[in-house]
């Protein structure tokens, strides 16, 4: 059984949309998506592929329509390698949009594991352990400020 892809954001300029796919660490674009972006017609996606060097392409499984199909896939350096090679105006700009917004996408993504970390740090500050009673105790805080010692359970225990 495959993982199936997912999308981890989008990217739009132009009027057009291009999706991300997979991981923001090693983001996938569909070959598709790329052509209509920049202006490729649909029967000349596999002129626009062969700027690609063999390991910056890949097909892997993906339902469309409800439907499992094979579809193009092209690495971020093989988008540069595209959007670089392209005689089509508008790639030049797309390239740089497409840097930008993977930057701010990563930033956010930092960000919010940051906040998330943040978080859980904040959530242990009010457990310890007792040593008189040899359990796990939280801090808890109840209507009118009071704070109280609780026995420490797990979420969904």
């Known amino acids: 059984m495959s993982k199936e892809i997912k999308i981890a954001g989008s990217i739009s ?30 029967g000349n996606e596999w002129r626009m592929l062969e700027m690609c060097e063999e390991d910056e392409k890949l097909k892997l499984p993906l339902v469309v329509a409800g439907q499992r199909r094979s579809v193009n896939f092209v690495t971020e350096n093989g ?17 740089r949009v497409v840097h930008d917004e993977l930057i701010n996408m990563r930033k956010e993504k930092g960000r919010n594991i940051a906040e998330q970390f943040e978080e859980w740090d904040h959530a242990m500050d009010n457990i310890y352990f007792d040593e008189e009673t040899g359990q796990l105790m939280q801090s808890v805080t109840v209507p009118g400020g009071d704070v109280i010692q609780i026995p420490y359970e797990k979420e969904g225990e």
């Open 13 to 42: 300029f132009g009027g057009k949309r291009l999706s991300v796919y997979g991981d923001l660490d090693a983001p996938l674009f569909k070959a598709k998506d790329i052509s209509h972006a920049i202006g490729y017609s649909s």
């Open 79 to 95: 988008l540069y390698n595209i959007l670089a090679q392209s005689r089509m105006e508008i790639a030049r700009s797309w390239r």
